[in-house]
């Protein structure tokens, strides 16, 4: 029986009913292809099991490896670190770091369909973003190794953290310190395509505090954009009510920042009149004695750069899931 001939463009081409200059598009630039076009020529590169003929030389004469990054909020903190993770584990490597900033769920699709196609990825590695089970399967089907931060899926490895535990750790802290008047201040700007774990760490801080019989009112829980100064306003706003909490639970270290700096505005002392606790434990909470959840932000990059070369060097091996433990960093503020 004669060999399978390769599929070309052009049959890809002709079954999507596009012109070849569409097919070009979408593998180059898919995000200026419509969605509908998009699928229909991903439906006929899976039919047809096309590989970009041009793509796949170039891998190969490659003297170095290539690992994909794709990741939101390119400049938020906690993604640095877990970006400085991976660029540390993969500078003893023969492997280059290629970084794919997502801005829109329709953006991030269209990595998600054209990335596994090309073969111009020797590994994929996916920050905080969900991926549905036809991304995983072209993944798989197209043999790009790919592992998930934040975001487990039965089918390919991942590592991430217990949300809705590092909620409960900040509550059962404070609650240890004899606190009973506690709110909770999250960010709101998280757009629809990525992962939300405040609203995981607050389901946690409410489970807590339920547990022990202290109320949540609705008034002490607080949403602010992302930025340190529209925290420190809401902050602000929150500490100045008659009855003020006695302490604070911030989801994200950033933003027990503009908490602290509300407090010495209205010179209310820390810890002795108010305790803070923030999550993340980045870089900076050390330098500011921020009492927090850590949550390993580089070992989780640096350990999903270990997994990932494994799959590469034995592409047969099960899926891994690894969940970091969380760890309460006690410091100054509460």
């Not at 060999?3 to 070309?8: E, V, W």
């Not at 590994?123 to 798989?140: E, K, N, T």
């Not at 306003?233 to 994200?252: K, M, W």
């Given at each position: 029986?004669?060999?399978?001939k390769?599929?070309?463009?052009?049959d890809v081409?002709r079954?999507?009913g596009?012109?070849i200059?569409?097919?070009?598009?979408?593998?180059?630039a898919?995000?200026?292809?419509?969605g509908?076009?998009?699928e229909?020529?991903l439906?006929a590169?899976?039919?047809?099991e096309?590989?970009?003929?041009a793509?796949?030389r170039?891998?190969?004469?490659?003297?170095t490896?290539?690992?994909?990054v794709?990741?939101?909020?390119f400049?938020?903190?906690?993604?640095v670190?877990?970006?400085?993770g991976i660029?540390?584990a993969?500078?003893?490597k023969?492997f280059?770091?290629?970084?794919?900033?997502?801005?829109?769920?329709?953006?991030?699709k269209?990595?998600?369909?054209?990335?596994?196609?090309?073969?111009?990825?020797?590994g994929?590695?996916?920050?905080?973003l969900p991926?549905?089970?036809?991304?995983v399967?072209?993944?798989v089907?197209?043999?790009?190794?790919?592992?998930?931060?934040?975001?487990?899926?039965?089918?390919?490895?991942?590592?991430?953290i217990?949300?809705?535990m590092?909620?409960r750790?900040?509550a059962?802290?404070?609650?240890?310190?004899g606190?009973?008047?506690?709110a909770?201040?999250?960010?709101t700007?998280?757009?629809?395509?990525?992962?939300h774990?405040?609203?995981?760490?607050?389901?946690?801080f409410?489970?807590a505090?339920?547990?022990?019989?202290?109320?949540?009112p609705?008034?002490?829980v607080?949403?602010a954009p992302y930025s340190?100064?529209q925290?420190?306003?809401?902050?602000?706003d929150?500490?100045?009510?008659?009855?003020p909490p006695?302490?604070?639970?911030?989801a994200?270290d950033?933003?027990?920042?503009?908490?602290l700096?509300a407090?010495r505005q209205?010179?209310?002392?820390?810890?002795?009149?108010?305790a803070?606790?923030?999550?993340?434990?980045?870089?900076?909470a050390?330098?500011?004695?921020?009492?927090?959840?850590?949550?390993?932000l580089?070992?989780?990059?640096?350990?999903?750069?270990?997994i990932?070369?494994?799959?590469?060097?034995?592409?047969?091996?099960?899926?891994?899931?690894?969940?970091?433990?969380?760890?309460?960093?006690?410091?100054q503020?509460?």
């Amino acid at each position: 029986m004669p060999p399978k001939k390769a599929s070309t463009i052009y049959d890809v081409a002709r079954q999507a009913g596009v012109s070849i200059t569409t097919v070009s598009r979408m593998l180059n630039a898919p995000n200026k292809v419509n969605g509908e076009t998009r699928e229909r020529i991903l439906a006929a590169i899976d039919a047809l099991e096309f590989v970009p003929k041009a793509e796949a030389r170039a891998r190969a004469l490659r003297s170095t490896g290539r690992i994909g990054v794709i990741s939101p909020f390119f400049t938020a903190p906690s993604f640095v670190q877990r970006l400085r993770g991976i660029s540390e584990a993969l500078s003893a490597k023969k492997f280059e770091m290629v970084i794919y900033t997502v801005d829109s769920a329709e953006h991030l699709k269209s990595f998600l369909s054209y990335l596994p196609l090309t073969g111009n990825l020797d590994g994929l590695i996916i920050l905080s973003l969900p991926v549905d089970d036809a991304d995983v399967r072209r993944l798989v089907e197209h043999g790009l190794p790919t592992v998930l931060v934040e975001f487990p899926h039965p089918n390919l490895s991942s590592v991430e953290i217990d949300d809705v535990m590092g909620g409960r750790m900040a509550a059962q802290y404070l609650l240890e310190k004899g606190h009973c008047r506690i709110a909770f201040l999250g960010d709101t700007d998280l757009p629809e395509y990525s992962l939300h774990p405040v609203s995981q760490r607050l389901v946690g801080f409410r489970q807590a505090l339920r547990e022990a019989g202290i109320d949540l009112p609705e008034v002490f829980v607080k949403l602010a954009p992302y930025s340190l100064e529209q925290t420190r306003q809401v902050a602000a706003d929150l500490l100045s009510v008659p009855q003020p909490p006695t302490a604070i639970f911030a989801a994200t270290d950033l933003q027990a920042l503009g908490v602290l700096k509300a407090a010495r505005q209205l010179k209310i002392q820390v810890p002795e009149q108010l305790a803070v606790v923030g999550f993340d434990d980045l870089d900076i909470a050390e330098y500011t004695d921020l009492t927090t959840i850590r949550q390993h932000l580089d070992e989780s990059g640096r350990l999903a750069v270990e997994i990932l070369l494994a799959q590469i060097e034995s592409p047969s091996r099960p899926p891994r899931h690894v969940k970091l433990t969380l760890t309460l960093i006690e410091r100054q503020t509460a």
